[in-house]
């Protein structure tokens, strides 16, 4: 057993090192959704992918995202960081005051629960948003 159990783990794990690597994990997820969704992707210290979840889905012109439910789960999946994702379905990549308030509050959630926010992606048309690249984390 113990064999075969190494030998099932032996899987490479998504690892996420940039904003590049996040959108292109995430891509076939948001890919011509007509609504908002927002999504967290729990990492480990490697920054491997420890879960995808799906936290809301929305209208045409927003969705909701509960912080407690996202730290719900990023103690449940023992995360060490987590990374945030919600599309545009209009392909604006312009975070709404809405999006920067919603980052901040879960950026100093995550600072008072040991599992910072290492990025919030904002996915538009083929194209993606980087809070972090662009230093508003």
């Known amino acids: 057993l ?8 032996s899987e490479k794990k998504e690892t996420i090192k940039s904003s590049n690597d996040a959108y292109t994990i995430m891509l076939n997820v948001f890919s011509d959704l007509p609504h908002e969704e927002f999504w967290v992707v729990y990492l480990n210290r490697k920054n491997e992918v420890l879960k995808k979840e799906n936290i809301s889905k929305g209208g045409i012109n927003g969705t909701v995202a509960d912080v407690k439910i996202i730290f719900k789960h990023a103690i449940e999946q023992l995360a060490s960081s987590i990374v945030l ?40 048309e083929k194209k993606y948003y ?8």
């Open 85 to 124: 994702f919600h599309n545009h379905p209009s392909g604006s990549l312009t975070p709404s005051n809405e999006d920067i308030k919603l980052t901040k509050k879960i950026k100093d959630t995550g600072v008072l629960m040991d599992t910072p926010v290492i990025d919030h992606i904002i996915i538009g």
């Open 130 to 137: 980087s809070f972090a690249d662009e230093g508003i984390l």
């Open 2 to 9: 113990g064999r075969r159990r190494k030998d099932s783990e």
